[in-house]
């Protein structure tokens, strides 16, 4: 899937990937920003990768709300999270614990330890069933979709 995919996200200027990606983000987070559980990272920059993919997001938090830097900004991050985007949607599917991938070293955490730390448990609290619907169901039906491709491969192998 990533293969198909990395062409067309490669040819999607900033502005589109962050008219997505901040309205979702905002949404899976709404109750955290709402608490202000995100000012640990006011006057932090945190880094995104899908490897698989070439994409690089720069989020960070200010006046109540996240944003986004431009690629262009040569933003310095504080704390970096890899991964490819099939275990980025595990994750998020509930499907696989971050801890276990950062263990196969599969999930890369790098830089400030303690934020680092913040972040993932901030994601771990994410209660799934309380997204809307729609993002609900695309992450529900991808995480599945990768887990039963996953398992089939293994099974395939043996």
């Known amino acids: 899937m990533p293969k198909i995919l990395k062409p067309s996200f490669s040819l999607l200027p900033f502005s589109a990937q962050k008219s997505a990606l ?3 983000l905002s949404s899976v987070f709404r109750e955290a920003l709402e608490d202000g559980d995100f000012e640990f990272l006011q006057d932090k920059w945190l880094k995104i990768s ?3 993919l070439g994409l690089n997001w720069w989020l960070s938090y200010d ?3 996240l944003i986004m830097a431009s690629p ?3 933003i310095q991050e504080d704390v970096s999270f890899s991964a490819n985007g099939d275990d980025l949607i595990l994750i998020a599917g509930r499907k696989q614990d971050p801890d276990t991938l950062f263990f196969q ?3 890369k955490i790098e830089g400030d330890t303690e934020l680092g730390l913040e972040v993932k448990n901030l994601i771990d ?3 799934i069933d309380q997204l809307p619907s729609t993002v609900h169901n695309l992450v529900e039906f991808s995480a599945n979709f990768i887990q039963n491709t996953q398992d089939c491969l293994k099974s395939a192998q043996q």
Do not use: E, S, Y
């Open 63 to 65: 006046h109540d709300r």
């Open 105 to 107: 070293r599969r999930l």
């Open 125 to 127: 609290a994410i209660d």
């Open 50 to 52: 899908v490897t698989d």
């Open 22 to 24: 901040i309205p979702a």
């Open 72 to 74: 262009d900004a040569a």
